[in-house]
């Protein structure tokens, strides 16, 4: 939770996007140079960002996958139907991280 100093009580609520997989990286700009990264894979989280609901972590099956290597952590996915039709991504199954 995110709690403001003002008294509205009021919450952020976010939405997340996470893949795996391969990205190219650098910085970009003369004048305000910042850097980027850029690849399908940034593409697929940012596209399961979006269509996300708040709240809820989305993830790909590859980082799925890698999750279950973490042992010091827990983690409950919960299956989500494959979605089609992203922008030349093509079918993606992914899930819920709770």
Known sequence: ?????????????????????????????????????????????????STGQKMRIQISDL??????FAPRYKFKC???ESVEGWRGVGLKNKGWKE
């Open 63 to 68: 980082t799925h996958q890698l999750l279950q």
């Open 1 to 49: 939770k995110f709690s403001s100093n003002s008294d509205d009580r009021s919450q952020i609520l976010i939405r997340v996007g996470m893949a795996s997989g391969p990205v190219a990286a650098g910085v970009v700009g003369n004048a305000m140079p910042r850097y980027c990264i850029f690849g399908d894979t940034v593409n697929s989280a940012s596209r399961m960002e």
């Open 78 to 80: 919960e299956a989500r």
